[in-house]
């Protein structure tokens, strides 16, 4: 059984920094792992992708204070938020795709999800 369980959220205040946690299990093999988030009464949006030769795409709102990565060992996946806004304020969610033919700016076919972390930048 496939199971991706986030960490890591919480409150911060604008300019602070958060490391969001991503722990997979019964997945294995070439895949894409993704961090989504989800504002209230917004559609959910890819911030950050990375495949498995480690190339990396992030949404244009986030380029230069977010970074992904993953430690292949411990088949867990990571995104370092720095500099968050109030418009950062979200619900994240890890993905994975085991797809890697397609490009990894293409946001669509992760078929596993988690149940999402919440982010909130407030002062």
């Known amino acids: 059984q496939v199971r991706l369980l986030e960490s890591g959220g919480g409150s911060v205040r604008p300019g602070g920094s958060l490391t969001l946690s991503c722990d997979v299990s019964?997945?294995?093999?070439?895949?894409?792992g993704a961090w989504f988030r989800q504002a209230p009464g917004e559609e959910r949006e890819g911030v950050a992708a990375?495949?498995?030769?480690?190339?990396?795409v992030y949404a244009n709102s986030v380029k230069g204070r977010f970074t992904i990565s993953r430690d292949t060992a411990k088949n867990t996946l990571f995104l370092e938020m720095r500099g968050l806004k109030p418009d950062d304020t979200a619900k994240y969610y890890c993905?994975?795709?085991?797809?890697?033919?397609?490009?990894?700016?293409?946001?669509?076919?992760?078929?596993?999800w988690g149940r999402g972390t919440q982010v909130t930048v407030s002062s």
């Open positions: 993905a994975a795709r085991q797809t890697p033919w397609l490009p990894i700016d293409e946001w669509g076919g992760y078929n596993y």
């Open positions: 019964g997945l294995w093999g070439p895949r894409h």
């Open positions: 990375i495949d498995g030769a480690g190339e990396t």
